[in-house]
């Protein structure tokens, strides 16, 4: 007679692992282990959606050839309004099954069953945790729970590690801001740098700095990373047209820059391969003066998180403006500085 596994005894061991230990790859490791010998199954594996790429990448697993992992999951797309709806697919016969893709692959590798669960943080899938057996086998409803609150640890494994490294990096863009406002005043450089920095940072596809001219109708280009020069001449950037909002001092974010109406240059931007756009104000004081703007290539939410954090470098900006004028209207020589920021007028 088969003994029944203490699951909560396992669970309270792996929990205990977690406390120990802020290693993701590790943590991630502990799961497919934990549900490989619990459930005496052949193999596991965690596959995580890349959002650039849209292809799920194997982060850990047990008990699967590299042959088989470097093929990817071509279900997991398929199966995940079921997986959201279910929460787990269960496949009797993976060989065979039409949901499923690579059967002779699966047969080659010694996969009977198969149970899927999704990996889901804050009510978002980030994946899956799939259990590989080596014969027929049907699940109970215990091990499928089992199975859940696994995926459900490595959510929180995965988030956790998210948010330390995006504090981390979020820390070394206004540490190296920082340094660039105190130690130059070089504006145009240290907006260069603040637009690379933030769209490498939110892992968008560019960014760009447009401050208003001296009537405070058209935008000009300051710094940008990551457009094509075809894009950046497209012509005039008009503050009344274009995303005006945010030069009343709120955040903007335009899901698709294709319809949206306060949009200029549609064509051009989906020429460009443009779609989401996040625009924020720099302010000088009270003042708005421009605007810090990302640009995805694929329809994007941002996050509160994330519009605090372009804010936040925004007004670093501002500030990197604000002290460049006002050591130049010490030194009588407010005319450099309109040549540094192509001739933007100095709000101090």
């Given at each position: 007679m088969t003994t029944k596994p203490d699951y909560f005894h396992i669970l309270s061991k792996l929990s205990k692992e977690f406390g120990t230990t802020k290693d993701q790859d590790k943590l991630l490791n502990l799961i497919v282990d934990a549900a490989v010998k619990?459930?005496?199954?052949?193999?596991?594996a965690i596959f995580l959606m890349d959002e650039v790429t849209e292809k799920n990448v194997a982060v850990a697993q047990t008990g699967l050839s590299d042959k088989y992992i470097h093929a990817g999951v071509?279900?997991?797309?398929?199966i995940t309004p079921q997986l959201l709806k279910d929460g787990s697919i269960y496949f009797r016969d993976a060989t065979t099954d039409p949901?499923?893709?690579?059967h002779e692959m699966k047969k080659a590798e010694g996969i009977a069953s198969l149970l899927t669960v999704p990996?889901?943080?804050k009510g978002k899938m980030l994946g899956i945790l799939s259990l590989y057996t080596s014969e027929i086998k049907k699940f109970t409803k215990d091990e499928i729970e089992f199975l859940s609150i696994l995926a459900e640890q490595g959510g929180i494994a995965i988030e956790n590690a998210r948010l330390l490294n995006k504090l981390r990096e979020n820390s070394q863009i206004f540490l190296k801001l920082a340094i660039g406002i105190s130690s130059s005043l070089d504006v145009k450089t240290i907006l260069q740098t603040l637009t690379e920095d933030t769209a490498k940072s939110l892992n968008v596809k560019a960014a760009s700095v447009r401050l208003l001219d001296e009537d405070k109708r058209t935008l000009k280009l300051v710094a940008s990373f990551g457009l094509s020069e075809k894009y950046l001449n497209k012509g005039p950037i008009s503050a009344e047209k274009s995303i005006a909002t945010a030069l009343q001092g709120k955040p903007v974010v335009v899901h698709n820059a294709s319809t949206d109406a306060g949009v200029?240059?549609?064509k051009e931007k989906q020429e460009e391969g443009?779609?989401?756009i996040l625009c924020v104000p720099i302010k000088s004081k009270e003042d708005v003066i421009g605007v810090l703007r990302l640009y995805s290539e694929r329809q994007r939410d941002f996050t509160d998180d994330e519009i605090i954090l372009v804010s936040a470098l925004a007004y670093q900006g501002g500030l990197a403006i604000q002290n460049a004028c006002l050591y130049l209207a010490v030194q009588s020589d407010?005319?450099?500085?309109k040549?540094?920021?192509w001739s933007h007028k100095c709000w101090f």
């Open positions: 619990t459930m005496n199954a052949k193999a596991a071509g279900h997991a797309g398929k949901r499923l893709t690579n990996v889901m943080v200029q240059y549609k443009i779609v989401s407010i005319k450099d500085l040549e540094n920021i």
